[in-house]
């Protein structure tokens, strides 16, 4: 959405795509700027673990992305995965 920093900082709200018990949760991190986003990005990004959902977002867009019905069913299956295998 956003390319700015906003008041929090930088927000970039991710997706796990690991095959992982992770796998579709979606979660935000806060980056002091864009520039140190795109200096972790570019080694990040090699390791297929995270797509990008919305980068550059205020803390309140970064919080109803996590808390949208797929997000809170992912980690719900995550949750549930780690019982499974206890």
Known sequence: MGTENTENGYNVVFRNVSGSILNGVITYTFFRSKQQFDEWWEV??????????????????????????????AQADAIFSVFERS
Do not use: Y
């Open 44 to 73: 990040e990004e090699q390791n297929g673990w995270r797509q990008v959902v919305e980068k550059g977002v205020s803390r309140e867009r970064a919080n109803i992305l996590c808390s949208t019905p797929e997000a809170i069913l």
